[in-house]
Every structure is written in C-alpha cells, then in structure tokens.
C-alpha cells in the first residue's frame, strides 16, 4: 500500500480504461427510494479527464473517439470498478488522542452516558485538544486525511467541537482552512461548539446560559466573519442542548450566515428531526431513536437524513436508525463515517457500507448512492462531486473487485486500489 504525500499529477488529459463496471450516479441531484438503486452502471466504459474535470464518460469506443483522447495518457485498471470518490459528510476530524481507555470501560458495562458523567466521553477529548499544539493537532490530522484516501473518499466534512472555548474552537477551524488550502482532500468545515457545556461552565448557577451566550454573541459571529466555517451544527441529546437551547443556536449561526446541521436523536428523542426541517438544515445525522412522524417530515422536506452505523457498531448498540423506514418513505438518505476518537475511530467508508448493508439492510447500491451523491448534496457540493459526470470534478475511486457488490461484501478489507482527486492520484497501492 502506497499513500502519496506528494501528490502525483497526471498529464493534463488522462483516458481510463478496461473497467469492469463504471458506477456514474449520473442523473438526479440528490435520490429517494428506488432511485437509490440506480447507480448508474456501464460495462466496458471508459473515462476522460482533462484539466481536473470529467470531460466525457460512456461506452470504450464512444469515449476513445473523443478529439481529446488521443493526446491522453492511457491508464488501464485492468477489470476493476470506478466509481466517484467517497464525500464523508459527518467526520470530527481535529482531535489529540485517542478515548481506548474508554472502549475497555464499555466492553466492561459502562454505558456512554455513564463515561460522560464520570469525566470521559467528549470533556476527555477537549481536555487533551487544549493541551494539544497546533502543530501536533496538524500532524495527527494530516495522517487521517492520508487514510481517508487510501479508502476511496476525496471529500469530508470536519467539525469542531473538541475545543468549547474561544481559542480553541478558533485553533480547530483554522488548521481545517489550512488543511483544506494544502489538500489532498476537500473539506468542508462545520462549527460545533455547541457538542457539549465545557466543565468551566457546568458549575455555574447560569452556566448554561452564558455559555450559548459566549456562542450566538461571539464565537459564531468571530466564525462566521472570518469565514472559517460554512455550517453550524448543534448535539441535541439529553445532557448536551435541549431543544429551545439547539433553536437559539442555529439561529444564531443562520443570521451569520451558517447553514444549520444537527445532531439528532442519537440515545433519545428529543424532536431535533422536526426542529431541524423547520430551519431548513442539511442534514439530520444519526436518527437512532426517530419516530413515524419524523421519518414522513424527513421524506416531504430537502434535509438529508445522514446515518451513522459505525458509531452503533463502535458502542455495541443494537438499534441502528431506521434505514429501510427512511428509503421507503422517500427520504433522502446519507451515509457517512462520524471519524471521532470516542464513538467511531475509523476512516474506513467501505466498512460504512458493509455495516449499512447488513445492520440497516441496505442494498450495495443503495449504501454507494448514500455515501456519494446524497452526502454531496448534504454538502451542498452535489454540482461539483458525488457522480461520474461531464463537467464534475474528476474524483474517483477504482476498486479491485469485478463487482461492486463486492465492495461492502468483503467487510473490514480495504479493496481500494486508486484514488484520484481532481485528476491526480492521491492514493495508490502500488
């Protein structure tokens, strides 16, 4: 296996071709029931990429015939598939350390909340991050993006969130400016200050209070000026934000110009679901503990209903949220890993999707649609990657399978075999 640190440019035009399946995801921006499985498939296709952009896809002798195909370099993956890379909708990408102490306390009974209350959980990740060096937090972060790479994904979403006071929020969204600018991947950053009340606050007769206060009057509006986040995100869950709390702040970062995300009925219901359709935001992720009602106002609305089965998985939970519910119902459905230190360590999207397809019983393609073109369109990036098109961003991955059924099939492998991201290869494992 071979992660590229310097990336390595192609010539300008490059034809790919011997695929066994091309996977497009050409068509809707974003899909609902059975157009989930549609993915778009052509045999014996071919790709051409010019300038870092698709500039045609379709069958080998239509696409060979292309005027710019005969100057192209030649790149022949030798039976393998080509789908769109990964977009990653949901990752806290910037932490220090790992929570490995906190997995032996469940593995031993101690429920999440039960770690939280005793110190753990996410105050355990925002004690080591302000401890941490920018430089530190870079590093370690670097690395994951490498990883993400070398499993298919081209584009994530980061939060903050690990920081909970002015300087280090500051510190978290300015390294994902950094990162972003450095490449390989695109990132898209999210606030998330509100993830929980930091411990300064919680003793406080009116921590609570001042603490949303120090966040709809200084740090989004700090956040929002210097333009170091598109989205604003909010935890709703007992022991986090009530509902009246989470409106106040999405508010707050909707009058900046920050596009409400939320987290939403992971451990409980709180109706995060219907607060957050009614603000119009981009997504709804987790959704564990949803009802009817929330499935038929996630179906009729634009909110992307983002699942998260590798932090079910990591917990040892058995309910996964409603997968089959929301695809019936005409939601559109996400996928995305949750890449956290506490709750989902993994980068692997491909491991997302086995756990999609035999916990939340998706089909392949339902789960490859999810974790592409819906996560774009979570994104709002759906113009610019999540399918095989003309004019797209040339982000792809190639699998070495024959199928890509076989993707999720072989659960905890990695079958990735190159990733390229606007048309040079980031990853390759020769």
Not at 219 to 225: R, W, Y
Not at 294 to 301: E, P, Q, T, V
Not at 321 to 342: F, M, S, W
Request: positive net charge.
């Amino acid at each position: 296996m071979v992660i590229l640190h310097n990336i390595r440019a192609l010539s300008t035009s490059i034809l790919i071709t011997g695929t066994s399946q091309i996977l497009t995801l050409r068509g809707a921006a974003s899909r609902r029931g059975d157009a989930l499985r549609d993915v778009g498939i052509i045999k014996d296709g071919a790709l051409l990429l010019r300038d870092g952009l698709i500039a045609a896809v379709g069958r080998r002798e239509k696409v060979e015939a292309h005027p710019l195909a005969r100057e192209a370099e030649q790149l022949n993956v030798c039976g393998r598939v080509v789908l769109p890379g990964f977009v990653d909708s949901h990752t806290h990408l910037i932490h220090a350390a790992s929570r490995s102490e906190e997995y032996e306390l469940r593995i031993s009974g101690a429920s999440y909340e039960e770690i939280a209350q005793r110190g753990g959980g996410i105050l355990n990740s925002v004690a080591k991050l302000r401890a941490a060096t920018a430089d530190t937090l870079k590093q370690r972060a670097q690395t994951a993006l490498q990883q993400f790479a070398a499993y298919g994904t081209t584009t994530i979403e980061a939060k903050s969130g690990y920081g909970l006071d002015l300087t280090s929020e500051l510190k978290i969204l300015r390294l994902h400016k950094e990162l972003a600018a450095e490449r390989p991947l695109d990132i898209v950053s999210t606030f998330l200050g509100a993830h929980l009340i930091p411990a300064e606050f919680r003793n406080r007769p009116s921590g609570a209070k001042d603490y949303i206060a120090l966040l709809t009057d200084t740090l989004i509006p700090e956040v929002a000026a210097n333009k170091l986040a598109e989205y604003c995100d909010v935890f709703c869950e007992r022991g986090a934000f009530n509902l009246a709390q989470s409106r106040e702040i999405l508010e707050a970062g909707k009058r900046n110009g920050l596009k409400p995300r939320m987290h939403a009925e992971q451990l409980s219901r709180t109706g995060a679901t219907q607060l957050a359709i009614k603000l119009g935001a981009a997504s709804c992720d987790h959704l564990e503990k949803i009802n009817r009602a929330d499935i038929r106002a996630l179906a009729k609305s634009t909110t992307v209903a983002t699942l998260l089965p590798g932090c079910d998985f990591h917990l040892g939970l058995s309910q996964y949220a409603p997968a089959r519910a929301l695809i019936d119902a005409g939601a559109i459905v996400g996928l995305a890993t949750d890449y956290n230190p506490g709750t989902s360590p993994t980068v692997s999207m491909p491991m997302i999707l086995s756990l999609a397809c035999t916990q939340l019983r998706m089909t392949p393609a339902d789960a490859i649609a999810a974790a592409t073109i819906n996560a774009a369109y979570s994104l709002g990036r759906h113009k610019l990657v999540g399918s095989l098109q003309v004019g797209k961003l040339a982000d792809l991955a190639i699998f070495d399978v024959a199928d890509y059924r076989e993707i999720p099939y072989y659960f905890g492998m990695n079958a990735c075999h190159t990733t390229i991201k606007r048309g040079k290869i980031i990853y390759s494992r020769n």
